[in-house]
């Protein structure tokens, strides 16, 4: 229950960081823009055209760090699903390594024996007589003949 509920609440906070993450992207898009657009204006004086250039230079920065945080956030949750995966398939190949390793071991009762080798007997004297049936192999002699 409390994974549960600690996923839930996380799930919760990556959406909230998500949407105040893309209001700052916005934001700082608008600030950027209104920069280069003193910064080109013909009604600049120069003095505040430099500054104006600068700080769009650091607003551009400031969203190339809020993007690769959020990169750096996707793939950490990229990257947990992918330890989760590789942990559950361990444990399941794990499963099956016990059960292959341990096989079980069945003593047979004489009773048991002595019906199977009556059995395996009747099955080779079939076998050998369905051999002398088989009509294949009639051909095989008369193409070694032929041949």
């Known amino acids: 229950m409390d994974e549960d509920e600690g996923s839930e609440v996380r799930k919760s906070i990556d959406a909230w960081r998500q949407s105040e993450r893309k209001i700052m992207i916005e934001t700082v898009q608008d600030l950027i823009q209104t920069s280069h657009k003193y910064a080109k204006s013909q009604y600049t004086p120069n003095a505040q055209r430099v500054r104006w250039t600068k700080l769009a ?12 945080n959020f990169s750096l956030e996707a793939m950490t949750i990229q ?6 995966r ?48 088989d ?9 070694g003949v032929l041949g």
């Open 57 to 68: 230079g650091q607003l551009i920065w400031y969203k190339d760090q809020i993007l690769k």
């Open 135 to 143: 009509p294949e192999g009639a051909k095989e002699d008369v193409s």
């Open 86 to 133: 590789m942990e559950e398939s361990e444990e399941e190949r794990q499963r099956q390594s016990v059960s292959r390793n341990y096989p079980t071991i069945v003593f047979r009762k004489p009773e048991e024996k002595k019906a199977e080798d009556v059995e395996e007997a009747r099955n080779g004297e079939t076998s050998e007589a369905s051999n002398a049936d």
């Open 79 to 84: 990257l947990e699903a992918l330890k989760k």
